[in-house]
C-alpha cells in the first residue's frame, strides 16, 4: 500500500499544497515519510460538493445495500490488517497488540452496524391512521420515521487511530444511517489515516457508490477542519478528542447562520469510589484491576480512572500502598505523540506545584520524550475547594482523594463534572444503602459501573459512550454502539400522503418487515 500524502476528494486527490508536515515517530522524535500536504479552502469546496451530490442517493440506499458497503469495508480493512498495523505502530507507538485488537473492534464496529441497518427497526417508524369522523376535528394519517441528515464531518482522536479515526465509529454511523462522509485526518496519524482513506474508497468504487460518498483531509492546524464545520454543505460534526477542541467546534457550530449538530466525545475523569466493605471483600482485586486500568495504553484512554475516591482506614491504606508500589515500578514509556506528551508534563507539573496536593506515586523518571505515572493525592476538603483538580489530565495520572467519612464522599461525587464513567466498589449488602451515591452518580455519568473497571467499551447495543458536558456534547446519545446511529439521522413525518409514495418502512403492507408502533401498538403486521 503506498502512500501519496495528498487529500482525498472523492476519487481523486488534492493538488500539492504550499503547506506540508510529516508524522512523527513518537519513541524516537523523527519524522516519517511522506510528507503529507495540508489540504486548502479549494479542497474543503470539492469535498462538501462531492458529498451533497451523493447525499440523496445515499439516503435512499436501503439497509441491505449499506449493509453490504459496510462489510465489504470490514473485509478490506481485516485483508490489509498488518500493513495497518505496522504504519499505527509507527506513528503512535502503541504495541502490535494493541493496534491489531482494534483493528479488530472497528472491523467488528462495521460489521455490528452492517447488521442493525439490515434488520432496519431502527429507523424508528410510527404510524397514526386517520380518523375522519373524530369530533370535534378529524384526524390526519401521520407516519414518521428516522432520515439520512447529509454530509457528515468526522474529527478522529490521536489514541484510537482505527476504532476513533477514518473509518471508526463516526464514520460507520453515519454511512450506516446513509450519509457521505468527510474525514479531517488526525495530524499524529496521517500515514494510517490515508491506508484506511484508500480503503473506504476502493470500498466505495466497488459497491458502485457515488463519489462524493467519502473525502478525506489534511491538515497539521485547525483551518481545514474549522472551514468543515462553517461550510453551508455540511450537516452534521462528529468529533472526538479533547473537551478544548470539542468545545471549540461546538461553538462554530452554533455560530453558524445555520447552526449545526456537533456530537463531540471529550475528555472525562472516570472517578472510581471504592467503598470500606470492598477492601475487605476483594482489596487485593481491587489494587490489580485498578493497576490494571490505569496503565493500560500509557494512561491514555478517555475511560482511564483518573479520581480514587476512599475513606480513610487502615484497610484501604494498606491496600492503596501495595498499588503505589506497583505503579512506582512502571518503567517510562512514549505516549501518542510529543505534543501529547508536553501537554501531560505541564499538566503534572503544575498540578504537583498546588498547596494540598502531595505525590502519591511516580513511575521512572522520564527521559527523552517519555512519560512515567504521577499521581497525587489530597484530602476531600482540598478538592471541593479547587475547581481544577476535577478536570482530566489525558496520560498516566490521577488522584486519590481522601474521605473523612460517607457525607464527605458524597459531597465529592456532588462536585463532579459530566464524564462518559463513574464506578462504585461496594459489597452487595453497603451498597444497598447508597441509593444518594448512585443517583447523584448517574445524573453526572453517561456509563456507572458496579465493581468493575471503565476501560474497555464494549462495542454494543447497549452500550452508552457519552454524557453531561464535558464528557460530551449532547447526553441524549452515545459514541459508541448501534444507539449511536440516531445521531446522524432526523425525524421526518409524512401527513395525508398516498401509500405508493411513502418509503417503504411506513406503507401499509410493511414490505420491509420492520418493528413498528402502529395507533400505540409495537408490532410488525401491516397496517389494515
Ligand atoms: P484533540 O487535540 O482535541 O484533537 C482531535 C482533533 O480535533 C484533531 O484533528 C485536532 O487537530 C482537532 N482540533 C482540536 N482543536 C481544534 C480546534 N480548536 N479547531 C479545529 N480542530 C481542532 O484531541 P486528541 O489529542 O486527539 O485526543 C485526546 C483527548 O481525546 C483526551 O482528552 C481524551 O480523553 C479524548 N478522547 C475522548 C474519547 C471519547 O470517546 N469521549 C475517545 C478518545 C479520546 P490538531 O491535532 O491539529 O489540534
Known sequence: MQLAGLSLLGFGTAAVGAEEFHAVDPATGNDLEPAFHSAQAADVETATRLAAAAAPVLGRKTGAERGIFLRALADRIAANAPALSARAQQETALPAARCESEIGRTCQQLRLFAAEIERGDWVDARIETAQPDRKPLPKPDHRSMLQSIG???????SN???AFSVAGGDTASAFAAGNPVIVKAHPAHPGVSALVGRLVVDTVRACGWPEGSF???????HAIGQALVRHPLVRAVGFTGSARGGRALMDLAAARPD????????????????LPGAWAERGNTIVDGLYASTTAGVGQFCTNPGLIVLE???NAEGFLAQLAKKIGAISAAPMLSRGICASFLAATKARS??????????GASPAGGTVAPQWF???????????????????????????????ERLAVARRLHGGLTATVHATVAEAAGEEELFETLAAKAGRILFNGFPTGVEVSAAMVHGGPFPASSDARTTSVGTRSLVRFARLVCWQGFP??????????????????????????????
Not at 447552526?259 to 471504592?274: D, K, L, Q, R
Not at 476538603?381 to 479547587?386: G, Q, S, Y
Not at 401509500?499 to 418493528?515: E, H, I, K, M, V
Open 259 to 274: 447552526p449545526i449538530p456537533v456530537f463531540a466525545e471529550m475528555g472525562s475523569i472516570n472517578p472510581v469510589f471504592i
Open 151 to 157: 454530509p457528515v464531518a468526522v474529527f478522529g482522536a
Open 499 to 528: 401509500n405508493a409514495l411513502l418509503p417503504a418502512a411506513l406503507q401499509d403492507a410493511n414490505p420491509l418487515g420492520l418493528l413498528r408502533q402502529v395507533d400505540g401498538v409495537v408490532t410488525r403486521d401491516p397496517v389494515h
Open 215 to 221: 473525502s478525506l483531509l489534511f491538515d497539521s492546524g
Open 377 to 407: 493525592e489530597s484530602d476531600a476538603a482540598h478538592f471541593l475547594a479547587n475547581e481544577t483538580l476535577a478536570e482530566e489530565i489525558f496520560g498516566p495520572s490521577s488522584l486519590v482523594v481522601w474521605c473523612r467519612d460517607r457525607a
Open 160 to 162: 484510537f487511530p482505527f
Open 312 to 314: 480513610r482506614s487502615p
Open 353 to 362: 506545584a498546588e498547596g494540598g496536593i502531595r505525590s502519591f506515586a511516580a
